[in-house]
């Protein structure tokens, strides 16, 4: 097992290893404490990996429910956010009490939101089951739920207290599920780790334990020093800026690991053609994206993705700030005003 700590606001580890659902509940009552338990899960984890978290968290001594949505971004909504509010209410949560994010981002980030705000904030622990959540979202404290308007729309910064991370259930993840979640892998190469840049061109998945703890090391690096993301965190959204506008441009028919990979290869011609990186670096992270299949030619004009883009939240008034790679394992921020935004959307087509 590998622990990684993380220093924010709050300090908690990352604990990334195998059957370690088995031990969740001793995991979390060492970490979090409290009286009971909230399992916050969809139903396609629930039927999988429900009934070992709640065994587990028994076990070690809590009063466990469960709330359960349906899978996929549209439970990320506000009816979803109340509900698990008024199911804490109903059942006495107290503050000390904890929730327990069980499955993928949507999961993470609805739950983590409700316990933001639940009694002003009670005890939030994430357990990330697809290979996006175990890299991204389970770490660093983002959280939020979608509104008609758009995605990620209010939220709030939470920590949890424990994250735990048991890869053998990335075992049962689709092979487009995972890929998506290969993208957010090759976009920290490229911004900060050539060495797993090289290891990502091997299979990922004998490799998980060592990559998913490179990926979270380096995200813990960055929200250490930006937890509120005015600053160096925005290197996260390397490949994101395109790859929003891409998904959103397809009515999310786009997967957002097939967007971003769009977007890292849009970035990057755009950053190659200004001179930020040379041809070589461009050529070498095109053909990693290639290799893992990703289709990389976007079906959208530069026009229909700048209106997209500008009416995401990364943008800041009249500036936006891109991430422009500079060679493999490092980039940088550039902020744009809006105006520029087009001409580096049609050079990056
Ligand atoms: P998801 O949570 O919708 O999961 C994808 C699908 O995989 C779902 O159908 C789910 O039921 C299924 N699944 C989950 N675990 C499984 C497993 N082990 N075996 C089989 N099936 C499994 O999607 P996601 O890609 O994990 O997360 C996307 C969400 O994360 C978006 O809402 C995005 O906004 C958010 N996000 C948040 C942050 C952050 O920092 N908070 C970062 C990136 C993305
Ligand atoms: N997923 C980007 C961030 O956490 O900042």
Redo the contacts with the bound molecule.
């Keep these: 097992m590998e622990k990684v700590t993380v220093n924010a606001s709050r300090t908690y580890d990352i604990l990334i290893g195998e059957h370690l659902l088995d031990t969740a509940g001793e995991r979390i009552r060492a970490a979090a404490g409290g009286g009971a338990a909230l399992v916050v899960t969809?139903d396609?984890?629930d039927r999988?990996y429900g009934e070992k978290l709640v065994s587990s968290l028994r076990r070690s001594g809590y009063r466990v429910e469960k709330f359960v949505i349906p899978?996929?971004?549209a439970s990320?909504n506000t009816e979803n956010f109340l509900g698990i509010l008024n199911f804490l209410a109903e059942k006495h949560f107290t503050r000390s009490d904890v929730v327990a994010a069980l499955?993928?981002?949507?999961?993470?980030?609805l739950a983590g939101f409700a316990a933001a705000c639940f009694h002003r904030g009670m005890t939030f622990v994430q357990l990330p089951?697809?290979l996006?959540?175990a890299v991204?979202?389970s770490v660093?404290g983002?959280?939020a739920v979608d509104l008609p308007a758009g995605?990620?729309l209010i939220g709030a910064f939470y920590q949890p207290a424990l994250v735990i991370c048991d890869i053998r259930?990335?075992d049962?993840?689709s092979e487009e599920?995972f890929r998506?979640g290969c993208a957010e892998v090759i976009k920290y190469a490229i911004i900060a780790d050539r060495e797993l840049f090289m290891d990502l061109k091997q299979p990922v998945r004998p490799q998980l334990e060592k990559i998913i703890t490179r990926c979270v090391s380096i995200k813990r690096d960055i929200v250490a020093r930006d937890e509120f993301d005015t600053g160096v965190r925005q290197l996260l959204n390397f490949g994101h800026t395109v790859g929003h506008a891409v998904e959103a441009c397809s009515d999310f028919a786009v997967s957002?690991g097939s967007g971003v990979a769009i977007g890292m290869a849009a970035e990057s011609r755009a950053a190659a053609q200004r001179g930020f990186c040379d041809a070589l670096c461009l050529n070498e992270i095109v053909s990693l994206l290639r290799l893992y299949g990703f289709s990389l030619d976007c079906p959208y004009s530069a026009e229909a993705l700048c209106e997209k883009a500008l009416s995401d939240k990364k943008r800041r008034g009249d500036a936006i700030t891109l991430v422009v790679p500079r060679e493999i394992g490092q980039a940088e921020l550039l902020t744009v005003p809006v105006g520029e935004l087009l001409s580096f959307f049609r050079s990056g087509r």
């Design positions: 969809d396609t984890v999988l899978p996929g971004e990320k499955g993928g981002g949507v999961v993470g980030d089951t697809t996006l959540a991204d979202s660093g983002k959280t995605k990620n259930t990335l049962t993840l599920i998506d957002h």
